[in-house]
């Protein structure tokens, strides 16, 4: 197992365009997560899946976001009708406890740029 | 989850330790500390974590105060490598189990 893979990695997009970001997480991990990292800000989050169930969502995740994880594997984080304010990168997680603790493990992210 | 507080910002010298403090004064029983790490345009890297006692592993020590109400990450050997904003966070694990980031602390290791 490789870790956490996000892909892209790098997308630019228009304004008003939809865009999609797939994670597969590390495939015995069950809780998935999505966060949120614009410059010099710590990441934010916005929602976590336990299997194939959405537990939480951040007030951060408007109506334009969506977020899936359909057969409790890999997610896709889709963004609709873009806004420049939208740019950040999106980070993916998956988690496993060690020592009675939820520890995450990270992808690389995927940049979004809006123009 | 407990409000941690770290420095903006320290250096240290390649080779020394670096010792990067938090608080987190509000800290109750069942909270873990976790320590993450974010070099440039990579994702969080999970360092270690601890509840009341000392913790050591290959990356790092953390030492928690008897109170409980701050701990110190302490990089034995610090590389140039190391450079990178360190991420103190106090969270309860639970049902509910995300961890909230604040801006943490940014390392820098000189030559």
């Known amino acids: 197992d490789t870790g956490v893979s996000q892909d892209p990695r790098h997308k630019i997009t228009k304004r008003g365009q939809n865009v999609t970001f797939r994670c597969d997480p590390i495939?015995?991990?069950?809780?998935l997560y999505w966060y949120r990292q614009t410059l010099g800000q710590g990441p934010e989050f916005l929602t976590y899946f336990q299997n194939e169930a959405q537990l939480e969502k951040s007030r951060l995740l408007s109506d334009r976001f969506s977020a899936e994880r359909p057969k409790g594997s890999f997610s896709t984080l889709e963004i609709q009708r873009t806004e420049q304010g939208d740019s950040a990168m999106y980070l993916c997680?998956?988690?496993?406890?060690?020592?009675?603790?939820?520890?995450?493990?990270f992808g690389a992210g995927s940049r979004l740029t809006v123009l | 989850d407990a409000k941690t507080t770290q420095p903006t910002s320290m250096d240290c010298a390649e080779g020394r330790a670096a010792n990067l403090p938090c608080n987190h004064s509000t800290i109750s029983g069942n909270e873990y500390v976790y320590w993450y790490r974010q070099i440039h345009s990579q994702g969080p890297q999970y360092i270690i974590h601890?509840?009341?006692n000392n913790e050591t592993n290959e990356m790092a020590s953390l030492i928690i105060t008897e109170d409980r109400k701050s701990s110190t990450l302490i990089l034995p050997h610090a590389t140039l490598r190391d450079t990178a904003v360190y991420y103190c966070?106090?969270?309860?694990?639970?049902?509910?189990?995300?961890?909230?980031f604040g801006k943490g602390i940014t390392l820098s290791v000189r030559p």
């Open positions: 966070i106090v969270r309860y694990t639970g049902a509910n189990s995300k961890l909230t």
């Open positions: 601890g509840l009341k």
């Open positions: 495939s015995e991990h069950n809780r």
């Open positions: 997680a998956s988690s496993q406890r060690v020592s009675g603790a939820n520890v995450l493990t």
